[in-house]
């Protein structure tokens, strides 16, 4: 029998917790290799890291073409320290895993944009001091930081299954624009001939190409029905082909597009989850390797109770006593002392498992005065409080609040009513404080209790700030205005919570926020390489004059390509890639599809391309994607869950069957006093909470 | 032991056929009744009433206001002639089922649409002729037929499944409406009071119900970005507050009305495919109960095969006694003579199954010429066609003659390629004929070999004519000419067979067709109605001018609130309700979401909600709908289906079992000679098709 030391536990601890939170970074298992890992993976140097790329992207706010001018040796010298950052935890990185692991991990590309960037910066800086022309292309690298930190593991897997899925779409995309093409041809053959004139007097449907980059913009609706007008005024059989197209090309082929993409996405996906778990067992294994011992000859190997407790303090070291029996006596169900591979092997999911304690602890004005506390009026008023009329007449309030809102707050009268509203939602507060335990009105999962006191709180101040102003000076901030009427219509949001048809589609979408997130990074990767492909194709090229400037290049936006387009007409001339707010905006435009003719018009027909491919990306990457995790939330994922949930379900029942046996236990032994205060009360109730989604 | 008489066997065919085609008809047992029901279900009245709907439906063109104005005696006594066949095809059916069912059948609403029909008919001729203002408001009710006429069931399917879908999405609607009014509000909170103008120098974001309907329309991307151009000149930061809007209403909510509009149209459509399952077992234990028969004292109840073979024949009198046969030797797989409940109960799913047999028939050629058709040359040339180098060349072929389609067909080197092409093609054919086997050349399955024969030999006729015109008159017809074009771009989609990879997606898209088929119905029941009421309510509102027409009003489509508006500026004007051909091209337009703005501002507010309402029913129809079918397909159905071929495939296993043992007691017993010419070659290959989608 080997004596299990220090460094053992350790190590224990570290595969249980690389387990418990998905982490797949193979690492020296020597004494300093796994110390240096504890410190790789704590909270603050991760956290760091997270915002010096944070830093390192919204250096594009400050440089050429900024939105905020700072000098370049600045900029140049906050992003050096960026790279001085990642280079540390890089280092870092290369000290913890095993020399042969380091040079194989595709996380190494930081290595490649961290020389490459330094590489630019030396260029640059040579060549602005000799005033040349220079260009800052290393910048669109700064994204890719984003993905192969070692924390973007979920954004690596969303990325890679969308790459495993694009060659199948790919088929269906090529037989799409077979389809374009040769509709395209009919078009050129039935309609060039005819002598027809678009609105604005050219040649209609002569040029293949433009007959077919019509169509193809035609697919996305964007340009219906002005495309078709003039051979719908010349006969209405022409109708007839258009209709067909969009048929066959919008509705069918987008349909198997979509059909494709959700099921290839899907396919990877579940094959990534997969891979997940097994390799969360097999870690598992690994720390059980670590622990177990032969408690007889020939006899199974096993891990004793008091290892695991020791494991689980190191693993979470906030763990309360209660929880951690109540973990083992899930474990050890036969109450040997002792478990098995099997029985190990589960606990880094039952750790992921949120244990919420519901107690009815008594009110602390019942304790400090019970006499009046417990008087009738008292009594009476948490009746009061408590019945369903409160909530009711509450939502009236709301309502009414609302019609006030929509009025005109110059009237006195209606200014002076948000006094009135502020002071009855105040109450409300109060109220409830009276009513309910403070402790638990606002608990980690009262969600709304703590959005309306935030608000109304912030509402308060606001408000009291504002007219402490105008009494002052007879002067109102623009600013605390704008926030005092959001603050007053987010606290209309309230009312969703009283009907419960809401609150589950609420609570479904607070669910699904973490998926919403990892695709939120990916979106924001692509954007910003596109963002800065852009800037540097398109700067300039479009311009924007301020309301009262005189210049007359404002009517056509400061393009002499403009003048007299739509794009001019519809002033859209704040559209474009002259800085980084600007252009982000401008692809979100792009990504909500429409107007996009406008915008090709100012540079060139390749310009065009780049727009549309951005459009077509975006659109299918919002729209699938979205679904795509919408239906992994309830379906892959929620099938890896159920299936991990029926596993545990015959552990929760004996846990719950434990429970009773085990507070009896507890109160006979000696156990830390603070732990018998919180499970003092013999209604404790044991609710399993979701575990978290974003651990997959 | 009872004796089975003829009028049994038509009873038990009934209901087989009734299962096979999921026919649900309560329908008397007695033996008139019985005779009038299979009358009912011959072809001939039910596509009679069908041809009676259409011609119904399409008297639309010749009303008032008509394509082609025929006078209204005409019109009315074609309606009327209408009625009388509906009339007759009802009393028909009255008369099949029993009395006391009549009146509680659904179906019936068709007897309700015909008094209502000729109701109003009267009143409209009675104000007609004394000159009143008459409105023919029964037009609206003729698609219902289509609907409630007996054949329509799988229409009424999809409308019930849509019904029963409809509460959990209300829901979602409702919160989604909510989001919509709650940053109406704060849009007009926050600019209201900035000052800010629009392009047409009106006051932006002033009015609350104009936000409300601006935001809504954002939602679906149609004004974006013109609507917050205004906010985005004043601040870029006013942005965020559409990005987000965007975001949450667009791309959250419209994910989640999706997957509630797909789940519980999937869920109730899956209800309504078990209770078809469900109805189709138990015709099926009806048949079986009026022909079994008990063999032994206390045995169980079976049916034998002579009597199962008089059931089959009258089923399916086509069916050819090979494959009646093989059917048999599926059930009766122990060859007792006689099958129990179980067996028979599959009679009904066998029979849907097709059977391809797929035999190498020597060449006719070879039969008449044997020595000059296996000759060395002849041999040669089959080897060469049979090669895949023929396919490559044929594909190159075609790839070239797409791009003499694309030059300019003026040039006489070009136009005379066009016989080259011809020549080639036809060469094609021919030659494939010599090779292949003509009947399995042009077998049932052989989608492009029809397609290709057809499209070549039309557009060598049409050629001809065309150039006999030409060389005649000197005279083109633009008619024969649009013909040819159009003949020879179809002539391209050829190649599109020649790759593996898109002869997957087009076999994917071709077997959904009847699903498509079935929500096209959809679709023109609710076309049709909107398009009655629109012409009601919008004709004559705005108006077409001919091309050369100098009416002043040409600029503003004949209605001065159109005066200056983008609607008349992008020449919209036929975008109208004035006949039924412009209602249902403007109905399609509508669907396909863009440029509703125009439209709404021709009548009135009223007018906004109306076509908003089509848009939004349409745009979820379309898109939703059609996903659905898709994944039904994919998913529902193919389940259905699998479990169905699971279910045979024991059957199946079977069957190919006794494939070998049947043809050997074929050639030693004394059967048919056709059937054994049929089945003479020991190679004869059974495939399963699929069993046709069309039947759930």
Redesign the interface.
Known sequence: QTEIIRHDFDLAAIYVSDAQYNRNIYFDTSPQAVSLYLLYNHWLPRVLVYFFILVDMSLAVFEEPAVLPLPTWATMLVELLCLLVFTVRLVHYAKVIPRDKFWKDPKNICIICIVLTLIDMIIYGALTATNCYALRWSRVLRPLLLVNVTEGRQLRRAFRSIRNALPEIF??F??FM?SVL?FS??A???LGKRGLKT?DGSPYFTN?LEIVFDLYVLVT??????VM?PA??AS?IF?LFF?LY?FIN???FM??F??VVFNNYKKYLKEEVRQLVRAKRHKMVRAFAVLQERREEGGELVVTQANWNQLVRLVQPDISNAHRELLWSVCDDKNQGFIGKLAFVQLADLLNIEVITLKSRPHPLQSICPTLYLSAPSRLLCRLVQHRGFTIMYDVIILAN?VF??LDEENPMISNSEWVFLFLYLLEILLKLYVFEPRSFFSKHSFWNWFDTIIVVSALIATIINSALKSVGGYTSRQIL?IV??L??LR??RV?DSIG??RT??N??IRIGPA?LTFGQLILVVYYIFAMVGMELFKEKVK?YD?DSNDPAKAYCGNPLLKGTTFA????C??NFNNV??SF?LL??LT????CNGFATVTHVSARIFFHVVMVIFVSF??EA??VE??VD?GDLQTSLERKIEELELAVAQWYRTVDAFLQRMFEADLDPEDLAENDDAEAQTNFANPSFSSV
Request: hydrophobic residues 55%; aromatic residues 18%; proline residues 1%.
């Open positions: 088929y269906v090529l037989l077979f040769i041809l009919m050129l053959k039935l609105m293949y609706t964007a340009n219906s029905p002005d007008m719908y005024n209405f109708t209709i969009i919008t509705y069918i349909s198997a979509l059909a609302a809102i929509g704008d009427f959001i007053r219509v209309l949001i969703v048809r809401f589609i609420i479904t979408l919403i924007f309301e007409q519809l002033n859209y704040k559209n707010m600007s905006i979100v435009e909500v599809v429409n107007q919002v729209l979205f679904y919408y239906s309830k």
